[in-house]
């Protein structure tokens, strides 16, 4: 994994205007990732997407984050400051990628694999209106084989309780999949826990960054001839310099 240029992530900004949300992620890994193949960035657990997100989002924008949640007693918009150490439960290490594990509840033994942006994708499809239904939908999916007392088993077969240790399973293998920060509101004082979406936030980030730098390409571009190319491979702070130069 490494950082990105401006040109590269610009290109990969294009690349996923108009996709859905995972397909932008796995662009933004496999753009940083040039070690690694579609498969293997598809077939990577969310939480090991994540904590590559984390990391890019380090090396495109720094540690600091802000972000903003609504009180769920008050209705009070609350503005929050993070840093993305806080937030990093896992580490970046490719050989997590696309393990096997196995769980055994009571003569149950499971084996199953960690949900990857495919299974929430294709859980996304079919289970849209039922959050639960959904959740328990990406577990079934998890389960490569199964069997009871030594005999195969069907998925049908395997009892909720099997289920469920399997789902606190598969979240403490993969913590990073779940983000989660505890807030206090300051109008009403009540605390609660949000989820942080680092994809989904990440791209609105450089979705913002994209928007300023074709503004800051096109004023440089006509003030000084330079072609897009060159102003691309200036640093930031020259770049920002240069703007506020001809803004005056
Ligand atoms: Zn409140």
New binding site residues.
């Given amino acids: 994994m490494r950082p990105l240029d401006a040109t590269e992530l610009l290109n990969a900004w294009e690349h996923g205007l108009n996709q859905p949300i995972l397909q932008r992620a796995l662009i933004l890994i496999l753009t940083a990732c040039p070690e690694l193949d579609s498969e293997a960035a598809e077939n990577m657990s969310i939480g090991a997407r994540d904590a590559r997100l984390l990391r890019l989002r380090e090396w495109i924008f720094g540690t600091r984050l802000l972000n903003t949640a609504q ?1 769920p ?4 918009r ?1 503005e929050w400051e993070g840093r993305t150490r806080d937030l990093r439960i896992q580490t970046v290490d490719d050989a997590d990628l696309a393990e096997d594990f196995t769980l055994e509840v009571d003569n149950y033994r499971l084996h199953f694999r960690l949900p990857t942006s495919k299974d929430i994708a294709a859980v996304m499809a079919v289970a849209q209106s039922d959050g639960n239904t959904g959740a328990m939908a990406l577990v079934k999916r998890c389960v490569v084989s199964a069997d009871q007392a030594g005999d195969a088993c069907n998925l049908a077969d395997l009892p909720q309780h099997a289920l469920d240790a399997l789902s606190q399973q598969i979240e403490k293998l993969d913590p990073q999949a779940e983000i989660r920060t505890a807030l206090t ?1 300051p ?4 605390q609660w826990e949000v989820l942080f979406d680092i994809a989904g936030f990440l791209w609105t980030e450089i979705n913002n960054w994209a928007e300023r730098t074709l503004r800051s390409v096109n004023l440089l571009a006509s003030a000084y001839g330079w072609t897009e190319r060159e102003i691309l491979s200036l640093s930031p702070v020259r770049r920002q310099l240069y703007q506020g130069m001809v803004n005056r």
């Avoid at 109008?187 to 009540?190: K, L, V, Y």
């Fill in positions: 009180c007693q008050c209705g009070e609350v509101c109008a009403c004082s009540h």
